[in-house]
């Protein structure tokens, strides 16, 4: 009879890696971010959150990445 193989289990030779996981104080960076109020159009809020939904984001994450990228290619032209 042939023994079941568990799936889960590693196969071949273990090889240590090294940690390259930053340690839990290097996660918890303050951003430098500046809390602001913007006014958008429904269908810009509506298309956003449309696609976080879609990809399993956040709306607003998403919108500010948006702006940031747009600040980025234009502050030094």
Do not use: C, W
Not at 34 to 43: D, E, I
Request: hydrophobic share 30%; proline share 6%; aromatic share 8%.
């Amino acid at each position: 009879m042939k023994r079941k193989i568990d799936e889960d289990m590693p196969v071949g030779k273990l090889i240590r890696i090294k940690d390259t996981l930053p340690p839990p104080s290097e996660l918890i960076m303050p951003k430098d971010e500046v809390k602001g109020t913007l006014a958008l159009s429904r269908r810009s809020i509506q298309f956003f959150k449309d696609q976080a939904r879609r990809n399993h984001g956040k709306y607003q994450r998403m919108i500010r990445e948006v702006v940031d990228r747009y600040a980025s290619h234009y502050m030094y032209r």
